[in-house]
């Protein structure tokens, strides 16, 4: 039996925003979104301009190895108009069909709506200012390119300001999130807080998430719906984890072999339409989507269509490998560097058009046979946790640099291990209670918890560009995918957006329980934050 001690004083209930902008405040009256609602976007810049994810400093990392591709020939342009416009149809589309009615954050017989009377004031016009030379971004907070305001006056008047169409759909993501729906079907959606002022930018330029599709199938409508939920989270960066040992499921029309015989079959290949819709998708939703070609080790699967080009496959996986099947590239073999070159010219040809970035892996490479030494001209991605200080010594190094702890942001932990008990082996490590290697389970609070910069120095700290909260799919497929991710990969953007450093408490969970009932009502099948009762009665479940 477990005893509480709890009190609850009702006094309304504000629980948006998520991720948490750096200013915001809010009165108390009540606003509704007009269903003809209209767009009104001025510009300064009065051209088309490439998204070329605004990264100048980082599209060196595409150039030695396609060097034929310029800094914007080949990527897809789209104007700022037609991104926004697109983002404003997908805004209204959300708050006046996919909010939810928030009678869960408050006690049973509470009344919390607004009344619906002929005095309704309403929303009629939303006005975009994007000036490149608008002062957005905070002190601590320099990178404009994301950075937004939204003032919206007591009479419904709205204006959003950017310096780019990136902080514009920032902008309409936190504006949708001010909405509720009215158990009034008919009634509509409201904002209780107006007037309102938000001032809002990310401090960690690069924020992402890893998502391994290779060890289970995931399909491409599965990472759509995961780029949707990431975009309402503000995450900018979607790494897809594309091959690996045990499948090769991304066709590459040059070496058609690779996915036709290295996929697990004809149905759970990626075609190359696939591929461009994913990463067209992305761009939409202002969510770089990047490609992960592991190499030189986890690449078993490609010797079932090159045999000659992988080294120990077919033998005693423990001893070359930490998981089955082994086998990793000849690296003394003269027919390796003309195959990754076809490769890479045939991806990268592509894939660039949305993307600067591509990431080569060097992950678990077995050291007794080869040793890489990586340059000064490529991003460091670091995932060992607190106890081997693998961020400290790469930034020490003079290295750009990502976090992302598999102590704290490795999702597929405590799960249990995929692996069986080798009958014949009375030592076999895997044996009750079958935990595997990286247990225990990761969840939302531990996530949230993650302080990725609190022992660097200051001196170092511009090194460290953001992070990646990381899904390895050993038990994760489209059944499962969504309660894998959500509401924790959402803790690890507030992380990356807002700051680390902050301790979970009632308010966050609240918020967080928001943004969980708002990705439910846009199709993402996301886990549970808090048990509805003490959602309702708010300090009844402190200890």
Same mark, same amino acid.
């Given at each position: 039996?477990?005893?509480?001690?709890?009190?609850?004083?009702?006094?309304?209930?504000?629980?948006?925003? $998520?991720?948490?902008?750096?200013?915001?405040?809010?009165?108390?009256?009540?606003?509704?979104?007009?269903?003809?609602?209209?767009?009104?976007?001025?510009?300064?810049?009065?051209?088309?301009?490439?998204?070329? $994810?605004?990264?100048?400093?980082?599209?060196?990392?595409?150039?030695?190895?396609?060097?034929?591709?310029?800094?914007?020939?080949?990527?897809?342009?789209?104007?700022?108009?037609?991104?926004?416009?697109?983002?404003? /149809?997908?805004?209204?589309?959300?708050?006046?069909?996919?909010?939810?009615?928030?009678?869960?954050?408050?006690?049973?017989?509470?009344?919390?709506?607004?009344?619906?009377?002929?005095?309704?004031?309403?929303?009629?016009?939303?006005?975009?200012?994007? &000036?490149?030379?608008?002062?957005?971004?905070?002190?601590?907070?320099?990178?404009?390119?994301?950075?937004?305001?939204?003032?919206?006056?007591?009479?419904?008047?709205?204006?959003?300001?950017?310096?780019?169409?990136?902080?514009?759909?920032?902008?309409?993501?936190?504006?949708?999130?001010?909405?509720?729906?009215?158990?009034?079907?008919?009634?509509?959606?409201?904002?209780?807080?107006?007037?309102?002022?938000?001032?809002?930018?990310?401090?960690?330029?690069?924020?992402?998430?890893?998502?391994?599709?290779?060890?289970?199938?995931?399909?491409?409508?599965?990472?759509?719906?995961?780029?949707?939920?990431?975009?309402? +989270?503000?995450?900018?960066?979607?790494?897809?984890?594309?091959?690996?040992?045990?499948?090769?499921?991304?066709?590459?029309?040059?070496?058609?072999?690779?996915?036709?015989?290295?996929?697990?079959?004809?149905?759970?290949?990626?075609?190359?339409?696939?591929? /461009?819709?994913?990463?067209?998708?992305?761009?939409?939703?202002?969510?770089?989507?990047?490609? /992960?070609?592991?190499?030189?080790?986890?690449?078993?699967?490609?010797?079932?269509?090159?045999?000659?080009?992988?080294?120990?496959? &077919?033998?005693?996986?423990?001893?070359?490998?930490?998981?089955?099947?082994?086998?990793?590239?000849?690296?003394?073999?003269?027919?390796?560097?003309?195959?990754?070159?076809?490769?890479?010219?045939?991806?990268?040809?592509?894939?660039?058009?949305?993307?600067?970035?591509?990431?080569?892996?060097?992950?678990?490479? +077995?050291?007794?046979?080869?040793?890489?030494?990586?340059?000064?001209?490529?991003?460091?991605?670091?995932?060992?946790?607190?106890? &081997?200080?693998?961020?400290?010594?790469?930034?020490?190094?003079?290295?750009?640099?990502?976090?992302?702890?598999?102590?704290?942001?490795?999702?597929?932990?405590?799960?249990?291990?995929?692996?069986?008990? /080798?009958?014949?082996?009375?030592?076999?490590?895997?044996?009750?209670?079958?935990?595997?290697?990286?247990?225990?389970?990761?969840?939302?609070?531990?996530?949230?918890?993650?302080?990725?910069?609190? &022992?660097?120095?200051?001196?170092?700290?511009?090194?460290?560009?953001?992070?990646?909260?990381?899904?390895?799919?050993?038990?994760?497929?489209?059944? +499962?995918?969504?309660?894998?991710?959500?509401?924790?990969?959402?803790?690890?953007?507030?992380?990356?957006?807002?700051?680390?450093?902050?301790?979970?408490?009632?308010?966050?969970?609240?918020?967080?329980?928001?943004?969980?009932?708002?990705?439910?009502?846009?199709?993402?099948?996301?886990?549970?934050?808090?048990?509805?009762?003490?959602?309702?009665?708010?300090?009844?479940?402190?200890?």
């Amino acid at each position: 039996m477990r005893a509480f001690l709890w009190f609850c004083t009702f006094v309304g209930s504000s629980f948006a925003l $998520w991720p948490q902008p750096w200013h915001f405040e809010h009165g108390s009256s009540t606003l509704w979104l007009s269903p003809n609602v209209e767009l009104v976007y001025s510009s300064r810049t009065a051209s088309t301009q490439p998204l070329g $994810w605004l990264w100048t400093n980082v599209q060196q990392l595409i150039r030695p190895v396609h060097s034929s591709n310029s800094s914007t020939n080949g990527w897809v342009s789209l104007s700022s108009e037609t991104l926004l416009q697109s983002a404003f /149809e997908r805004m209204k589309h959300n708050v006046l069909n996919r909010v939810y009615v928030p009678r869960k954050f408050y006690p049973r017989g509470a009344q919390f709506e607004p009344v619906t009377d002929d005095a309704k004031h309403y929303i009629e016009r939303i006005v975009i200012d994007e &000036d490149p030379k608008t002062d957005l971004a905070s002190t601590e907070r320099n990178d404009k390119s994301e950075a937004y305001t939204i003032q919206t006056s007591k009479d419904g008047d709205t204006l959003i300001k950017i310096a780019s169409p990136l902080g514009g759909l920032k902008a309409l993501e936190t504006f949708a999130q001010l909405f509720f729906a009215h158990s009034t079907k008919s009634a509509g959606s409201y904002t209780p807080y107006a007037p309102l002022s938000i001032r809002d930018s990310p401090v960690f330029e690069h924020r992402g998430l890893n998502l391994d599709i290779s060890r289970n199938w995931i399909s491409p409508e599965d990472v759509m719906r995961t780029i949707e939920a990431m975009a309402a +989270n503000k995450l900018n960066r979607l790494h897809i984890h594309a091959s690996d040992a045990q499948s090769w499921p991304l066709e590459i029309p040059s070496l058609p072999d690779l996915a036709i015989k290295g996929a697990y079959s004809h149905a759970q290949i990626w075609r190359t339409e696939d591929l /461009e819709a994913v990463q067209l998708h992305g761009t939409h939703h202002g969510v770089q989507v990047f490609v /992960e070609i592991d190499l030189p080790g986890h690449t078993t699967s490609i010797g079932n269509a090159y045999p000659s080009l992988v080294t120990a496959k &077919d033998v005693p996986w423990p001893e070359y490998a930490l998981q089955p099947p082994s086998g990793q590239l000849r690296l003394n073999s003269s027919e390796v560097p003309p195959f990754i070159q076809t490769f890479l010219d045939d991806l990268l040809s592509r894939t660039s058009r949305h993307s600067s970035l591509f990431h080569l892996g060097g992950d678990e490479i +077995n050291l007794n046979a080869y040793r890489l030494d990586p340059t000064q001209d490529v991003i460091i991605q670091t995932w060992r946790g607190s106890d &081997d200080d693998a961020l400290g010594t790469i930034l020490k190094k003079g290295y750009t640099t990502l976090f992302g702890s598999n102590a704290h942001w490795y999702l597929d932990c405590g799960h249990g291990y995929f692996l069986d008990p /080798e009958p014949s082996n009375p030592d076999s490590p895997i044996k009750p209670p079958y935990l595997d290697h990286c247990s225990p389970y990761k969840n939302w609070r531990h996530v949230y918890a993650y302080d990725p910069v609190v &022992d660097v120095p200051q001196s170092l700290r511009h090194l460290v560009i953001g992070g990646e909260v990381h899904l390895w799919s050993e038990l994760t497929d489209s059944v +499962n995918l969504d309660d894998q991710l959500w509401p924790r990969v959402a803790a690890a953007a507030e992380v990356m957006w807002s700051a680390p450093g902050k301790k979970p408490d009632e308010s966050m969970t609240r918020r967080l329980a928001d943004m969980r009932e708002r990705l439910v009502r846009r199709g993402v099948r996301a886990g549970v934050v808090q048990m509805e009762w003490c959602l309702r009665y708010q300090g009844g479940c402190r200890l």
